[in-house]
């Protein structure tokens, strides 16, 4: 079945450590997304990316990178800049600027401690 | 630049009754809408788009949402409210040529029994 696999589910690090989490999506979608979800606060955007070796800084990139070598992939690395990283994590994907919706992965949520 | 604007970050009501969740947007140009609902630490599903065809659309699970030019809104209703409802629903908005979707902070429903 097509789909978005986000890996792993859950994640622990500790403070200072960069951490990457993963994306993959067989939809044969061209544009892929990172939002983070807090409390109260819906969906920011971090980064998302058109093309393959294409991306755009979203709302929050600050202390966040990606990379985008295949069409399928599109990791996430958070690092020891972001002064906040304990949060749920959204992958996201869809066919790109047209009426179509955005398909979601299941999350990964992090804890830093 | 787009916004989405959802009233009430919570709504409880009976089991059977009518259900209501706000959106309003913000959008120079013709919107897309959406609405996404959100099972604890699951990811996104889609429940309904409108995407400028009939402004009534139907979805998932009984629900429909009416969009409204004139008011800017594109409210989310389901005559009769099932326990399995309970979850947090989100408003979303793009537009065409963008490849940025827009997500209000959402609406917690709560379904008593």
């Known amino acids: 079945d097509g789909g978005i696999t986000q890996s792993p589910k859950y994640l622990f690090r500790k403070e200072g450590q960069n951490v990457t989490l993963s994306c993959e999506q067989n939809l044969n979608h061209d544009a892929m997304y990172w939002y983070r979800q807090d409390p109260g606060q819906g969906l920011r955007l971090i980064y998302y990316?058109?093309?393959?070796?294409?991306?755009q800084k979203g709302d929050i990139a600050e202390g966040y990178s990606v990379s985008r070598e295949k069409k399928e992939s599109f990791p996430l690395t958070v690092t020891s800049a972001q002064k906040n990283p304990t949060a749920f994590y959204l992958c996201?994907?869809?066919?790109?600027?047209?009426?179509?919706?955005?398909?979601f992965g299941q999350g990964t949520r992090l804890t830093v401690v | 630049a787009q916004s989405v604007t959802q009233l009430g970050s919570h709504v409880s009501v009976s089991e059977g009754a009518l259900v209501l969740l706000r959106c309003n947007y913000s959008s120079s140009v013709p919107p897309y809408l959406f609405w996404y609902v959100q099972y604890p630490n699951q990811g996104l599903q889609l429940l309904l788009k409108y995407t400028s065809a009939a402004t009534l659309v139907k979805g998932i699970n009984d629900f429909e949402a009416e969009f409204k030019k004139s008011e800017t809104s594109f409210h989310l209703t389901k005559p009769s409210a099932h326990m399995s409802d309970a979850a947090e629903y989100f408003c979303a908005v793009t537009t065409s040529g963008t490849y940025k979707y827009i997500f209000g902070t959402g609406t917690r429903l709560k379904v008593l029994a």
């Open positions: 996201a994907s869809s066919t790109g600027p047209s009426n179509t919706e955005a398909f």
């Open positions: 990316s058109q093309i393959v070796n294409d991306f």
